[in-house]
C-alpha cells in the first residue's frame, strides 16, 4: 500500500501550499502550474539566483531574503514596463534548516506575492550540501508590442532616474564597517534607512506603464549606475553622460558622501538600489515627470546620450570621474 | 569611462549567446526575456532544481547534466499536454569550474533546446561555494482549457504508462555496484542502455497530445511509480491497483529482476523514468493506443482506479507487494 504522501509533499504543504494564493497553482499539487495570459499581451519573463554567502549573509532574516529574492525580480519586470503575472520559487536548503526559518521565509514571500500582486505558482524545493541558494522565476506582461527593451536608446535623449541611488550600497558598507567615520554622524533613522534599503529593494511597479509610455530603453539599476547605464548605452550603441551632481541621493547618503567623498563610487558604482533608469527623448520628458509624479514615484534627469560610444560620468565642473571598475560583477 | 562590459557579460556572451536561439531571449542582452504567447492557449509553467552530489554525480559530463537538467522539464510539459515554448536557466557555478566544462554544457544546452524545440530564453549566471546548482524553468502551452491535470482521474479508469520502466533507477544502481551479480548477466549494451536511461531522460513530448486528447489525469515518473501513482489517485480522491506483471520492461530491466527479483522495487519505486502515466477511460482505451502508436510511443495498460482509496502493487497472484518505502523522496 502506497500513501504517495512523501517527506517532500509534506515539505510542501506545510510551508508553500498556505501561501500559494492562485488558482493556477492547483493547490501546489500538480508538478507543473497553468496560467492563462491575459488576451492581446506580451510576456516578459525574468529569472535571478542568490545564493547566501555571495548575494545575502547567511544569518540575514529568512523574511528579508524572501523579499529580496522576489522583488529583484519584480524589479527587473518594471524596468521592461511589465505587470507581474506569478512567479515560481526554486529554493536548495542545506540538511537541518530549522522549521522556523522556513516558516519565516514562507510567510514573507506569501506577504510579498500578495502585496505586489505577483502569486507563487509553482517550483522546486532540494536539499544541497551547499549554501541555501534560491531561483526565483518571474513572469509578467505588457501589451503586445510595449516591451521596453535595454537596448532602444538613441543620441540626444536625456537619461532619467527613479528614487535615490547609492542607499543599498551604503547600507551594505554600513553593515560591514558600522564604525566607519563616514558613518559617524548619521542618527538611528538613516543608519535603519541604508540598512533597509539594501535588504529590502523596493520595485517601481508603479512606473512601470509610464516607462513604457515614454522610455526608449530601460532597466533596473542592480550591479551600480554607471556600469548599468554604460551596459544599457552599448547595446543600444550610443554614448553619454551623467552629471553625478544631478544623481539623487537620500539626506543620509548625501551625509555620507560629504564626510567621506571617495564614497561617491560605491553610489554610482556599488548596486543593489533597484530603480529604474531610462532613456526619455527630451521632448517627452515634461509629461514624463507629470505621468511619474502621478504614479508617486520621484524621477530625475540625470545625463543625456550622444552620438558615439561610451559613458562619462562627470563632477560638477564638468570633468570625468574615474569609478574604478564602477560595475559590480558577480565574476 | 565605463565599458559597460563587465566578466558576467563576457561570460554571457562567450557561453550563452550562441545557443540562444530565439529572438525571444533578445540576444541575452536584457535582463528580461519577452515572449509572445500563441493565441487562444494556456500557459504550463514547470520548474525543476538539480545539485551536483544530490542528483547528479559531480564528475559527471556536463553535457549528460545540461542534457538532464532541460529534459526532466521537458518531461513534465509532456505529461501535462503541453508543447514546449522556452526555458530559463539558473546556474551556480563554484569559482575555477573549467571553461570547458561550461562549454560542454551551454553546447549541449544548445542542441537540446534546438532538438526539443525549446529555446533558451534568458537565465541568470551566479557564483556559489557549494556545488554546481541548476534551475531551469520551462514554459509550455496548450489550448485553452488543454492542461491535463494530476487530480483528474476517477474510479473505473484504465492506469496506463509509456515506455518502459526501472530503466533508470536500474542504471543507477549498476553505476554504484557494477560488479553486483544481478549485473552479471547483462551484455554490453544491455549495461549501456540502463546507464544511459538514468543520464539521458527521453521527455514523451510526442505522447502529449495524446495525453490531452485522452487521458483524465496525467504526470511523469520522476520519483518511482508506485509512489507517483499512489500520489495521483491520492489527489484524484480514488483508489487503484497496479498489477507488477504488466509494467513494461526493457530486456535489460527484465534480465536483472529475473537475476535478482528483489530488485522489482527498485523498478517499481526507483524513478528517474521519466515516462509519462495516465488514466484513461476504458471505453477510450483502443483509440489511445492507436493514437499513441502513431506518436511511435509504446504504451501498456497496467492497472485500473477504484473507489476508495491507497494504491495496491499486486503479483501475479493478485497479492500485494511490499515495496517498503516505494517512492524516493528528497527529504
Same mark, same amino acid.
Do not use: A, I, Q, S
Given at each position: 500500500m502506497q500513501s504517495g504522501d512523501s517527506g517532500e509533499d509534506r515539505f510542501i504543504a506545510r510551508f508553500f501550499r498556505p501561501i500559494a494564493g492562485s488558482a493556477a497553482a492547483l493547490g501546489l499539487m500538480d508538478d507543473a502550474a497553468l496560467l492563462a495570459p491575459p488576451d492581446g499581451c506580451d510576456l516578459v519573463l525574468t529569472k535571478d539566483a542568490v545564493v547566501a554567502g555571495v548575494h545575502?549573509?547567511? *544569518?540575514?532574516p529568512p523574511a528579508s531574503i524572501a523579499r529580496k529574492a522576489l522583488r529583484v525580480n519584480l524589479s527587473d519586470l518594471a524596468a521592461k514596463g511589465a505587470a507581474p503575472l506569478g512567479a515560481l520559487l526554486a529554493i536548495a536548503l542545506p540538511k537541518g534548516t530549522p522549521d522556523a526559518w522556513m516558516e519565516a521565509f514562507a510567510a514573507a514571500l506569501g506577504a510579498d506575492a500578495a502585496a505586489f500582486g505577483c502569486p507563487i505558482l509553482g517550483g522546486d524545493t532540494v536539499s544541497t550540501p551547499g549554501p541555501v541558494t534560491i531561483s526565483l522565476t518571474a513572469l509578467g506582461s505588457v501589451p503586445k508590442g510595449g516591451f521596453v527593451p535595454r537596448t532602444g536608446a538613441g543620441p540626444g535623449q536625456a537619461i532619467v532616474v527613479s528614487g535615490t541611488i547609492g542607499d543599498g550600497a551604503l547600507g551594505l558598507v554600513l553593515r560591514q564597517d558600522a564604525a566607519r567615520r563616514a558613518f559617524a554622524g548619521l542618527d538611528l533613522e538613516q543608519r535603519g534607512h541604508l540598512l533597509d534599503r539594501y535588504l529590502h529593494p523596493q520595485p517601481r511597479l508603479a512606473l512601470a506603464p509610464v516607462v513604457r509610455a515614454y522610455a526608449t530603453a530601460a532597466m533596473d539599476v542592480s550591479d551600480g549606475l554607471a556600469g548599468d547605464v554604460a551596459k544599457m548605452l552599448r547595446v543600444s550603441g550610443c554614448g553619454g553622460r551623467i552629471e553625478a551632481r544631478r544623481v539623487p541621493l537620500s539626506a543620509a547618503a548625501a551625509a555620507v558622501v560629504a564626510a567621506e567623498p571617495a564614497l561617491l563610487a560605491t553610489v554610482l558604482g !556599488? !548596486? *543593489? *538600489?533597484y530603480e529604474i533608469v531610462a532613456c526619455v527623448p527630451h521632448a517627452r520628458l515634461p509629461a514624463f515627470a507629470a505621468d511619474a509624479a502621478r504614479a508617486g514615484v520621484p524621477v530625475a534627469r540625470i545625463g543625456e546620450t550622444r552620438d558615439g560610444q561610451g559613458l562619462d560620468v562627470t563632477d560638477a565642473g564638468g570633468r570625468p570621474l574615474d569609478l574604478g571598475a564602477g560595475s559590480f560583477s558577480h565574476f
Open positions: 545575502f549573509f547567511p *544569518d540575514d !556599488g !548596486g *543593489d *538600489d
